[in-house]
Nanobody, 122 residues
Framework: QVRLVESGGGLVQAGDSLRLSCVVS????????MGWFRRAPGKEREYVAG???????NIPDSVKGRFTISRDNAKNTVYLQMNNLKPDDTAVYYC????????????????WGQGAQVTVSS
């Protein structure tokens, strides 16, 4: 059974940086495309980053220049580096894994983590 576990969330101030990690177990990590999504209170789920098994990344314009995604296949881990955080970045962040590629369509992903809370204070 594939399991995803996020970590690294917390309470930070506006302008700070934070790195989320997502460890994948139970599957062949190097064969998965990985994505990061977030859901803020009262808002729809939002795609914030994706990375293919090749290392090719995709960052939407909404967070481009502040968020980056990377992966370490030796550690079965994908990372989301978030810089210059803003109060609007407050959300639960989820990582997801799939074999169909990356992108904002959640149906591309077969497995999801439980989420990590990120709170940015002003």
């Amino acid at each position: 059974q594939v399991r995803l576990v996020e970590s690294g969330g917390g309470l930070v101030q506006a302008g700070d940086s934070l790195r989320l990690s997502c460890v994948v177990s139970g599957g062949t990590f190097s064969g998965y495309a990985m994505g990061w999504f977030r859901r803020a209170p009262g808002k729809e789920r939002e795609y914030v980053a994706g990375i293919l098994w090749t290392g090719t990344t995709n960052i939407p314009d909404s967070v481009k220049g502040r968020f980056t995604i990377s992966r370490d296949n030796a550690k079965n881990t994908v990372y989301l580096q978030m810089n210059n955080l803003k109060p609007d970045d407050t959300a639960v962040y989820y990582c997801a894994a799939g074999r169909e590629g990356y992108g904002p369509n959640p149906l591309l992903y077969n497995y999801w983590g439980q989420g990590a809370q990120v709170t940015v204070s002003s």
